[in-house]
T-cell receptor
């Protein structure tokens, strides 16, 4: 079955610790995205990647880092510099993003709680 | 600035029809998406409109009027499983998605 997986579903961390969220896709999509979802707000873009070994900051990249070493994988690290890390994190992918509109497909999300 | 407005919450009755509105002000327009999101789950694609008019897909239809920055999602023959949040998102001139906060739809028997 093709799709996007995120793990774990729920994650708890102590304040001051870095944490890495996993995102894997087997859809052969070039583009991948990380969003943050908070109650009462729209999805906000953290980082996106159009191709392996390249990524761009989104609207709220501060306190986050990513890597794109493989086409299938786009892990997100939430660092201790992120002031309000508790949120629902969604990973998405699409066939392309370069001046073309493509539907984004989402993973099941990871709910991160920082205590 | 860029802005997407949707009602925060709506309530409807099983078997009825509901219309969820979305108004937008963005820098450029390259289309509008509607997604459905059940609580704690991934958003799933419902529709994409780039030209004015109504697009029908089974019980769901989506309408777009670019001149007034307006779209709606129409759900017919409501079922309990339609209880979810409905997210409106506009593709701006940089081909980035701008998301509304979503409309939580509650279906009552």
């Amino acid at each position: 079955d093709g799709g996007i997986t995120q793990s774990p579903k729920y994650l708890f961390r102590k304040e001051g610790q870095n944490v890495t969220l996993s995102c894997e896709q087997n859809l052969n999509h070039d583009a991948m995205y990380w969003y943050r979802q908070d109650p009462g707000q729209g999805l906000r873009l953290i980082y996106y990647s159009q191709i392996v070994n390249d990524f761009q900051k989104g609207d709220i990249a501060e306190g986050y880092s990513v890597s794109r070493e493989k086409k299938e994988s786009f892990p997100l690290t939430v660092t201790s510099a992120q002031k309000n890390p508790t949120a629902f994190y969604l990973c998405a992918s699409s066939t392309s993003t370069d001046r073309v509109v493509n539907t984004q497909y989402f993973g099941p999300g990871t709910r991160l709680t920082v205590l | 600035g860029q802005n997407i407005d949707q009602p925060t919450e709506m309530t409807a009755t099983e078997g009825a029809i509901v219309q969820i509105n979305c108004t937008y002000q963005t820098s450029g327009f390259n289309g509008l998406f509607w997604y459905q999101q059940h609580a704690g789950e991934a958003p799933t694609f419902l529709s994409y409109n780039v030209l004015d008019g109504l697009e029908e897909k089974g019980r769901f239809s989506s309408f777009l009027s670019r001149s007034i920055g307006y779209s709606y999602l129409l759900l017919k023959e409501l079922q309990m499983k339609d209880s979810a949040s409905y997210l409106c998102a506009v593709v701006d001139s940089n081909y980035q998605l701008i998301w509304g906060a979503g409309t939580k739809l509650i279906i009552k028997p």
